[in-house]
């Protein structure tokens, strides 16, 4: 059985979701598979079609072509900024099509997750007890997320980055490369995290916080 499936964004985050698809039909043979029917954007560059190209996949259109998939297709949206990926996503669901969550085979997620819908880890992400996520979050290579967190929808945890024990993440938050977030803090909603910093104290909403400490 094959379930067919788009991906919004012919950027580098959406084609590197291309490749989880790619994994999760290899490590599961016998299971049901993905058909990736291609990509959908608004406004893919040149150089992003070519990339596309190469990877023997199609360009669709733009996000509208998504309107004459219902109800079949499966949608994921393969877009880094958390942001951006609300939005994108708050549109796509007046679509009604279906949204699943794609695990990197060598991903480890605590079988105690509680997730919303279009879930993204990527390879060497952990998740360990007690977590629960909103929808839309998505964890890059070897982003970890430890016991009892709470992140909200539309979140980007970049790669390496760890958010530390009872955590609470709200809504389009951004955790950059390699930051530290440690334990029992709070981030507000779309508030940025910098590449590199170490969160040691609470982060208000919409700020951007950078640096050891981040401040
Ligand atoms: C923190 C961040 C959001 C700031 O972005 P920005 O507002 O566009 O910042 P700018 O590039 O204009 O830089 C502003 C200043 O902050 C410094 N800066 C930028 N990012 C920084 C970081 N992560 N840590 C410390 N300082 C940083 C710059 O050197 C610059 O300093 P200066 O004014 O002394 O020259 C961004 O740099 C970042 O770290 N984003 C996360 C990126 C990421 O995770 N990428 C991986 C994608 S998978």
Not at 104 to 127: I, N, Q, Y
Not at 146 to 152: K, Y
Not at 200 to 212: C, E, L, M, N, Y
Request: net charge neutral; charged share 20%.
């Amino acid at each position: 059985m094959s379930l067919d499936i788009a991906i919004v964004g012919c950027g580098g985050h959406g084609r590197e979701l291309f490749e989880i698809i790619r994994a999760i039909n290899e490590a599961t043979p016998t299971g049901p598979r993905w058909r990736v029917m291609g990509f959908v954007d608004d406004r893919p560059s040149e150089v992003n079609l070519k990339r596309v190209q190469r990877l023997d996949a199609s360009y669709l259109g733009p996000i509208d072509w998504l309107r004459e998939a219902w109800p079949s297709t499966h949608v994921v949206i393969g877009l880094g900024d958390p942001r951006i990926r609300r939005t994108v996503a708050q549109r796509v669901e007046a679509y009604g099509l279906p949204v699943p969550s794609l695990v990197h085979p060598a991903a480890t997620l605590a079988p105690d997750l509680v997730s919303g819908e279009g879930l993204v880890a990527f390879a060497g992400a952990r998740v360990t007890t007690n977590v629960a996520f909103g929808r839309h979050v998505h964890l890059n290579q070897n982003a970890t997320v430890a016991h009892d967190c709470v992140l909200a929808d539309h979140i980007s945890v970049n790669p390496l980055a760890a958010v530390s024990g009872d955590c609470r993440v709200e809504s389009g938050v951004l955790i950059g490369t390699t930051a530290a977030v440690l334990q029992g803090l709070h981030i507000g909603a779309d508030a940025t995290v910098g590449a590199g910093a170490c969160v040691v104290r609470d982060v208000p909403a919409a700020t951007v916080v950078k640096g050891v400490p981040a401040k």
